[in-house]
């Protein structure tokens, strides 16, 4: 299993671009979620999705879209790239959704490390 | 919403315990505790979790108090390895969401 993987590694964008960072897992996960981590912060959760066609809301959504068609991919773009979004982001897998549950264990992506002029 | 509280930073020489605190007041009966590390600039690493008892891997252990408040992550025999920034998370209640706070970053000295 290649676990989580995210592309591109490094990205530098131009203020008012858009992009979108690419999420996989092959571990038939049912829930994933991105965060983004601001030099010397916590990690701050964007969106989730509890299985494919269903995604919700985390602490940070705006400026962010996100679409679960499969089960696999789990892809996040940046409509209008802003400076504020200067960031990392992590993607993360887990088997099933947060329930209190020993499945919930989370994996993560080595990370995307975005910069915005 | 659940919330967890670590001191920010902690040292630990190395051979030693590092004993990590986590206190999460507000936790719902059935709801685990996780612990995460993450090593410079890494995807966080699973670490532990618990419910009620004690556990124990081949990482660390994790004691959870009787009435469920608080947690501690021991590290038995902590490295130069182990320094990195530690997160105790838990279910925000009602939701499908982990927040992570800003953890504990451990230092382990030479």
């Known amino acids: 299993n290649a676990g989580v993987t995210q592309t591109p590694k490094f990205q530098v964008l131009k203020t008012g671009q858009s992009m979108t960072l690419q999420c996989a897992q092959d571990m038939n996960h049912e829930y994933m979620s991105w965060y983004r981590q601001d030099p010397g912060m916590g990690l701050r959760l964007i969106h989730y999705?509890?299985?494919?066609?269903?995604?919700d809301q985390g602490e940070v959504p705006n400026g962010y879209n996100v679409s679960r068609s499969t089960t696999e991919d789990f892809p996040l773009r940046l409509l209008s790239a802003a400076p504020s979004q200067t960031s990392v982001y992590f993607c993360?897998?887990?088997?099933?959704?947060?329930?209190?549950?020993?499945?919930?264990?989370?994996?993560f992506g080595p990370g995307t490390r975005l910069t915005v002029l | 919403d659940a919330k967890t509280t670590q001191p920010p930073s902690m040292d630990c020489a190395e051979g030693r315990a590092a004993n990590l605190p986590c206190n999460h007041s507000?936790?719902?009966?059935?709801?685990?505790v996780y612990w995460y590390r993450q090593i410079h600039s890494q995807g966080p690493q699973y670490i532990i979790h618990?419910?009620?008892n004690n556990e124990t891997n081949e990482m660390a252990s994790l004691i959870i108090t009787e009435d469920r408040k608080s947690s501690t992550l021991i590290l038995p025999h902590a490295t130069l390895r182990d320094t990195a920034v530690y997160y105790c998370?838990?279910?925000?209640?009602?939701?499908?969401?982990?927040?992570f706070g800003t953890g504990t970053r451990l230092k382990v000295l030479a």
């Open positions: 998370i838990v279910r925000v209640t009602g939701t499908y969401k982990y927040i």
């Open positions: 999705s509890v299985g494919a066609g269903i995604t």
């Open positions: 507000t936790i719902s009966g059935n709801e685990y």
């Open positions: 618990g419910l009620k």
């Open positions: 993360a897998s887990s088997y099933s959704r947060p329930g209190g549950r020993a499945t919930d264990t989370q994996y």
